[in-house]
């Protein structure tokens, strides 16, 4: 059979043959497609056993056809699952479940029209009853297929097996095993959303499937989704004493602000297993986020007592600012760094811990040479990761904005002064909630305006939520069978009551975050700076703060930051940083020019010098009262994740405004990166 495939074809890596004996260690990263020639006979050893209760239909049976149509849907080949799903209808059009997903795939398409009656057959039909597919298989028998499926991998290359999985799934599309198999090799080739879908079919077909099911955990985690929490207490309901599980959970909760509950569970985790180094740096970081210094120290240490090169562990240290290593410890970290061979990403954390230590000993020239090496460190480390799994990198929105030219250009082509009168009018206010975005750099504040807000009583601080991004990535593969990234030209089609219920979503995703009742939620996501314009259409109600540091002062904060690799590449090099700060002022330029008084815009340097003034302005924007609590915001306890967590702890200071200026000797070629012509 030759299936119309519409997924991306990239290149299988060229490791050529790899040993699958570590499949369940999780081995390399590898993606493969079906091929673009008539398709291989599926080796002997991996045709599936007949004996299994998952077959229970003829090829040609709706049923058969249904599942066959959701499993091709879950591994990306959506114009054949359209096609599946066609011929499923035809024969029974009453098959309400097979009309819906219909509708579903046909939207990726563009195909509206038929989307819409599809939807409509499918609520004629909804009373009809069908049988739900599933793999029956009982956990032993599961383990045992596994077993088996992997034996013939082994020997075999990694193009090869990938379309041997593929085929064994066009054979049997109930197939839990081979399906977890092929969701991790897409999650460890780069493609997350194949790799979510096709745990998600797995789990749907087969509940019990705890490795499944826990490996789909760590996807979650990974991603900081919320949808982790549910996820990781369904593990633990069935085996509450699991240490793994447990610490999964603990991660979950962390992730999402619930860091109270993964503080318990750690505790409880230590005190059956009192060396685990990974505990003991969990356990630190949620202690320096819930504002316990001294306990978080006394975890840290714990740590390199343990494990002397953990470069996590000093940088949690240096986290914690102030003078919390010492001398000692800088000869300490100095001899990890040349007497032992350490992981690169240890080594790139001490560096970065010494550079802060050597910083507030004032040593700039041995601090500016730590933060060169860390930086260093990182493309290494980038190099390495690009080199092994080339096609790994995708912008699916959950991530930093794209920056590139041809992103911004598209953006402000969309939403111009014209169509920003004629086509794209806002939603209707469904909400009474009001959301407030603090957006901008990283390191230029957001953390210390939401503390600000969050000190007043009709306010709460969230902290970074993918609310939006969540949002922006659904638009961006809402046409996914016809342009690769539908945003943001697909909003010009929205009707109101469409952008309405997105806001709507907005609102009820943020309940997960939230503690209170309080009218006014705080999200300071920094990335959401690239979609003012979404926010302004979808949540008209919503206030948003651009919190703006000077270039030099925000660029070198950022630089001199371990900030996360997965989405602050730009930060660790002058010439990137220089042209990302300036596209991102220019954009915001864009932003207070077609959408004028939508965005307050706070001066960071105004902030620190006129603190009440800029306090009261901003919740005069936010129409809120003025409340004295807020100039007191550092009384505030709630748990703070960003690196700033230490600054908003104590009443602002003017330290932090001309630090750069220490190390100006060695910013040459950083004001050349801003004061660089832009590019056209």
């Given at each position: 059979m030759r299936l119309p495939i519409e997924k991306a074809v990239r290149n299988p890596l060229a490791a050529g043959r790899r040993s699958w004996e570590q499949l369940d260690v999780l081995p390399e990263p590898l993606v493969s497609l079906l091929p673009a020639g008539p398709a291989p006979s599926l080796p002997a050893s991996l045709v599936p056993d007949a004996s299994l209760s998952t077959r229970t239909e003829p090829a040609a049976a709706p049923a058969h056809l249904y599942e066959l149509g959701l499993t091709f849907a879950a591994m990306s080949y959506h114009t054949a699952a359209i096609e599946v799903l066609r011929d499923c209808t035809a024969l029974a059009p009453n098959h309400a479940?097979?009309?819906?997903?219909?509708?579903?795939?046909?939207?990726?398409?563009?195909?509206?029209?038929?989307?819409?009656?599809?939807?409509?057959?499918?609520?004629?039909?909804?009373?009809?009853?069908?049988?739900?597919?599933?793999?029956?298989?009982?956990?032993?028998?599961?383990?045992?297929?596994?077993?088996?499926?992997?034996?013939?991998?082994?020997?075999?290359?990694?193009?090869?097996?990938?379309?041997?999985?593929?085929?064994?799934?066009?054979?049997?599309?109930?197939?839990?095993?081979?399906?977890?198999?092929?969701?991790?090799?897409?999650?460890?080739?780069?493609?997350?959303?194949?790799?979510?879908?096709?745990?998600?079919?797995?789990?749907?077909?087969?509940?019990?499937?705890?490795?499944?099911?826990?490996?789909?955990?760590?996807?979650?985690?990974?991603?900081?989704?919320?949808?982790?929490?549910?996820?990781?207490?369904?593990?633990?309901?069935?085996?509450?004493?699991?240490?793994?599980?447990?610490?999964?959970?603990?991660?979950?909760?962390?992730?999402?602000?619930?860091?109270?509950?993964?503080?318990?569970?750690?505790?409880?985790?230590?005190?059956?297993?009192?060396?685990?180094?990974?505990?003991?740096?969990?356990?630190?970081?949620?202690?320096?986020?819930?504002?316990?210094?001294?306990?978080?120290?006394?975890?840290?240490?714990?740590?390199?007592?343990?494990?002397?090169?953990?470069?996590?562990?000093?940088?949690?240290?240096?986290?914690?600012?102030?003078?919390?290593?010492?001398?000692?410890?800088?000869?300490?970290?100095?001899?990890?760094?040349?007497?032992?061979?350490?992981?690169?990403?240890?080594?790139?954390?001490?560096f970065y811990a010494l550079g802060q230590t050597l910083e507030r000993a004032r040593d700039f020239p041995a601090s500016f040479a730590a933060y060169e090496e860390g930086a260093r460190e990182h493309w290494a480390i980038k190099e390495i990761e690009e080199r092994e799994h080339p096609d790994a990198a995708s912008d699916d929105g959950s991530g930093p904005p794209d920056d590139s030219m041809p992103g911004m250009q598209q953006l402000t082509k969309v939403f111009s002064r014209e169509n920003l009168v004629s086509r794209l009018v806002p939603a209707p206010v469904i909400s009474p909630d009001t959301p407030i975005f603090v957006i901008g750099m990283p390191r230029a504040g957001s953390t210390l305006v939401e503390q600000i807000l969050s000190s007043h009583s009709r306010v709460e601080g969230i902290g970074e939520c993918s609310l939006i991004g969540d949002i922006k990535r659904g638009l961006i593969r809402s046409r996914i069978l016809v342009t690769p990234n539908a945003y943001p030209d697909c909003l010009l089609d929205l009707t109101r009551d469409e952008l309405a219920a997105l806001g709507a979503r907005v609102i009820a995703d943020s309940r997960n975050y939230r503690a209170t009742d309080r009218p006014c939620f705080v999200d300071k996501r920094p990335w959401n700076w690239v979609d003012v314009g979404l926010i302004h259409l979808i949540l008209p109600q919503a206030k948003i703060i651009d919190i703006r540091r000077e270039p030099m002062a925000a660029c070198f904060a950022m630089y001199k930051q371990m900030l996360p690799r997965e989405s602050c590449d730009f930060s660790y090099d002058f010439k990137k940083l220089g042209p990302y700060y300036k596209r991102y002022v220019r954009l915001m330029d864009h932003w207070h020019a077609v959408l004028p008084g939508r965005v307050h815009l706070v001066r960071y340097e105004r902030l620190v010098e006129d603190t009440e003034c800029e306090i009261r302005r901003m919740l005069d924007y936010c129409e809120l009262p003025f409340e004295e609590g807020c100039l007191r915001f550092w009384e505030l306890e709630r748990a703070i994740v960003t690196p700033s967590a230490e600054q908003v702890r104590r009443p602002i200071y003017r330290d932090a405004l001309e630090q750069w200026r220490n190390f100006e000797p060695w910013l040459g070629p950083l004001k050349e990166a801003l004061a660089a012509p832009e590019e056209n």
């Open positions: 479940p097979a009309w819906r997903k219909l509708a579903e795939l046909l939207r990726l398409a563009g195909e509206d029209a038929q989307a819409n009656a599809a939807e409509t057959t499918a609520r004629a039909c909804a009373g009809v009853k069908w049988k739900k597919g599933l793999d029956e298989r009982t956990l032993p028998r599961l383990h045992k297929a596994e077993q088996k499926l992997v034996e013939p991998l082994k020997a075999m290359a990694e193009d090869e097996a990938a379309m041997a999985i593929r085929e064994r799934l066009m054979a049997n599309p109930l197939d839990a095993v081979a399906m977890r198999f092929l969701a991790r090799l897409e999650k460890r080739g780069g493609d997350l959303f194949t790799a979510r879908a096709l745990f998600e079919r797995t789990l749907d077909i087969c509940p019990a499937y705890t490795s499944a099911r826990e490996e789909y955990c760590q996807l979650l985690t990974g991603q900081h989704d919320y949808a982790a929490v549910a996820e990781t207490g369904r593990l633990l309901s069935d085996s509450p004493d699991n240490p793994r599980y447990q610490f999964l959970r603990a991660t979950a909760l962390m992730n999402n602000s619930k860091v109270d509950a993964a503080i318990d569970i750690v505790t409880e985790l230590l005190g059956k297993d009192p060396n685990n180094v990974d505990f003991w740096l969990f356990y630190g970081n949620a202690l320096r986020v819930a504002g316990r210094r001294e306990e978080a120290v006394q975890a840290y240490r714990k740590c390199l007592d343990v494990q002397p090169g953990m470069g996590a562990a000093w940088w949690g240290l240096a986290e914690l600012k102030e003078n919390v290593l010492t001398q000692n410890d800088v000869a300490g970290m100095r001899a990890q760094l040349e007497e032992h061979a350490l992981p690169s990403e240890s080594r790139k954390a001490i």
